[in-house]
């Protein structure tokens, strides 16, 4: 067919003149080939599915922008927005805005309290002489005579130094002939706190104190003993923590008894990063769990967040203890413990 006779048909919303009327090209036709009919067609179908895809990436573009917009707000809300802790109430503004608001601190003519007494330290005497050529006259030479008692200051220091403690064990030899003596009998080795360690007990304590009592990290503190001529290797801090996890399972379980038979517990956890690799954990976020009684906090890291935690801790709670209150969030972990 060497062409063909196309007729448009014209939307509904659009006016259809009759054989006296006036709308353009409504009684007008055109006459293409069949070719071309399919190019335009194609090329139809084309532009609209690339339409289409444009519109599409403007609304994920638009999803995009807004997310980050988003969080741009929150960010800056974080940095230069009002904060919580520090909003005043009605009655603090109050205070600060009146006029008999005072500076903090000793109030000028007020009495003061003194010196604190430090009646717990121990106190080294140390005795203080003029210097050499000082306690004769300057003019004749002639000696001063000494002025019974002493003028007393006292000065608080602290005095930390590292020692060996070398101990000479004492031998003797058996004088009878009696069997099962050996040849030597030698007093024996002061108690410590692992064998073939030269790391003494007050070294231990130290550490330990200073690691979970003060927070501070085992690296610092070994810094702190370079200082006092005391070098440690952290691996041999690292070992000795390993090592003395087991002495702590006794005292461990009976707080954990001790709290089994209370009645009233609060509960949270919070992200804790732990850098330890075990099979079955992607990543290094743990948590830590605590259960604060009456007399007990009982901390626990686990790996996870999932009710398994509460479960577990309360499942030797006293089964005569009906009245078993625990104080959380609405977190859904904890709301399983009852169940079982």
Same mark, same amino acid.
């Given at each position: 067919?060497?062409? *063909?006779?196309?007729?448009? *048909? ?7 003149? &009759? ?53 741009? =707000? ?17 009655? %603090? ?33 140390? %005795? ?9 006259? *300057? ?14 200051? &006292? ?13 000479? =064990? ?21 108690? =410590? ?15 330990l104190l200073d690691k979970y009592l003060y927070a501070r990290a085992t690296h610092r ?73 009456? *007399?007990?906090?009982?901390?626990i890291v686990a790996p996870g967040r999932d009710a398994g935690v509460p479960i577990e ?28």
């Amino acid at each position: 067919m060497e062409g *063909s006779s196309i007729h448009c *048909s014209l939307p509904n919303h659009l006016p259809i003149a &009759d054989s006296g009327g006036t709308t353009p090209f409504s009684q007008e036709f055109v006459q293409i080939s069949k070719q071309q009919q399919i190019c335009y067609t194609s090329e139809i179908a084309y532009w609209k599915s690339m339409h289409a895809r444009e519109v599409e990436r403007g609304k994920e573009k638009d999803l995009k922008l807004e997310a980050a917009n988003a969080r741009i =707000r929150d960010l800056v809300h974080r940095l230069f927005g009002r904060k919580s802790e520090k909003k005043k109430t009605h009655s %603090e503004s109050q205070f600060c805005n009146s006029e008999t608001s005072r500076p903090r601190g000793q109030q000028k003519g007020s009495k003061g309290h003194g010196r604190k007494a430090q009646q717990a330290l121990p106190v080294i005497e140390t %005795e203080l002489d003029l210097p050499e050529g000082e306690n004769t006259c *300057s003019q004749c030479h002639k000696p001063f005579q000494l002025f019974p008692g002493t003028e007393d200051s &006292d000065f608080i220091e602290i005095e930390v130094k590292a020692h060996i403690r070398r101990y000479h =064990r004492k031998r003797y030899i058996p004088t009878c002939h009696c069997e099962n003596l050996p040849g030597m009998i030698t007093a024996p080795m002061p108690p =410590r706190l692992f064998n073939r360690n030269t790391l003494g007990v007050s070294v231990w304590v130290e550490t330990l104190l200073d690691k979970y009592l003060y927070a501070r990290a085992t690296h610092r503190l070994l810094q702190l003993f370079s200082t006092l001529n005391l070098d440690i290797a952290e691996g041999t801090m690292t070992d000795g923590f390993k090592r003395m996890q087991p002495l702590f399972q006794p005292l461990l379980e009976a707080h954990h008894r001790q709290q089994m038979t209370e009645s009233l517990f609060m509960g949270d956890e919070t992200r804790w990063q732990v850098f330890e690799t075990i099979e079955g954990k992607v990543g290094h976020r743990w948590y830590l769990w605590f259960f604060t009684s009456q *007399s007990v906090i009982y901390y626990i890291v686990a790996p996870g967040r999932d009710a398994g935690v509460p479960i577990e801790h309360f499942a030797k709670a006293d089964e005569t203890n009906d009245s078993a209150v625990l104080v959380c969030d609405r977190y859904s972990a904890y709301k399983k413990w009852p169940e079982n």
